[in-house]
């Protein structure tokens, strides 16, 4: 089992940054790929990014491309989303994921979720 705790979330203007943070315990950490998922009210869980275990792979969906950026730090067992040029667009409740090894972008490729935290942007 793989526990994700998911950080960082809060009400910004648009325009603003946040960065979100995942942290991950009970498996080994560098062995798994993690991507980065959304929902707003009324919608349907979307991707947003990943990154593979090696960190090579990151694909963004074209929304956020030029704004968003993933990074890991396996040292502290941890995945970051650093958004900048927030939309109201991108309000929405913003789920860290885990699986084995290699980035996928379909939610149902994913085996652990976190509880999320809420992304506010405001116009």
């Known amino acids: 089992q793989v526990q994700l705790v998911e950080s960082g979330g809060g009400l910004v203007q648009s325009g603003g940054s946040l960065r979100l943070s995942c942290a991950a315990s009970?498996?080994?950490?560098?062995?798994?790929?993690m991507g980065w998922f959304r929902q707003a009210p009324g919608k349907e869980r979307e991707f947003v990014v990943a990154i593979s275990w090696s960190g090579g792979i990151t694909p963004y969906v074209d929304s956020v491309k030029g704004r968003f950026a993933i990074s890991r730090d396996n040292a502290k067992n941890t995945v970051y989303l650093q958004m900048n040029s927030l939309k109201p667009e991108d309000t929405a409740v913003y789920y860290c994921?885990?699986?084995?090894?290699?980035?996928?972008?379909?939610?149902?490729?994913?085996?652990?979720w976190g509880q999320g935290t809420q992304v506010t942007v405001s116009s």
């Open positions: 009970g498996r080994t950490f560098s062995n798994y790929a």
């Open positions: 994921a885990a699986r084995w090894m290699v980035a996928r972008v379909r939610a149902n490729e994913y085996d652990y």
